[in-house]
C-alpha cells in the first residue's frame, strides 16, 4: 500500500498489505488485501488469504500476485531478504474461490 505506483519498489519477506487497482469479482477497488512475501529464489512469491472490504467482515481467499508468464522476476541487485521490483502493481491469480 504504501509504495503504489512507484517504480521501482522494494519487498521485505514477511507480512503484506494490498490494494485492488480494479474490480475483483464482486470486490471493489477499495478492498484491501492481506498475505505473505517470500524474496528467495530469482522470483517473488506473494500470495494473499484475506481480503477487507470496508464495514465488512474479511473473506477469506487464496490468491497469487503474477505478472507476464507467472513471474514475478527481481532485479539483480536485490539483497537477501529484499526483492527489488520493476513494477508496483501485478496481476492476481484466485487460486481457490471465495468461501
Not at 53 to 64: K, L, M, N, R, S
Not at 70 to 91: C, D, H, V
Amino acid at each position: 500500500m504504501n509504495q503504489t505506483d512507484t517504480s521501482p519498489i522494494t519487498l521485505y519477506d514477511g507480512p503484506v498489505e494490498s490494494m485492488l487497482n480494479s474490480p475483483l469479482g464482486t470486490l471493489p477497488t477499495v478492498t484491501r488485501l492481506y498475505g505473505r512475501v517470500w524474496t528467495g529464489g530469482p522470483q517473488v512469491v506473494i500470495r494473499y488469504y484475506e481480503a477487507h472490504v470496508p464495514d465488512e467482515e474479511p473473506i477469506p481467499i487464496c490468491a497469487v500476485a503474477r505478472l507476464a508468464r507467472g513471474q514475478l522476476k527481481k532485479k539483480p541487485e536485490s539483497k537477501p531478504g529484499t526483492a527489488i521490483l520493476e513494477f508496483s502493481s501485478a496481476g492476481l491469480y484466485l487460486v481457490n474461490s471465495f468461501r
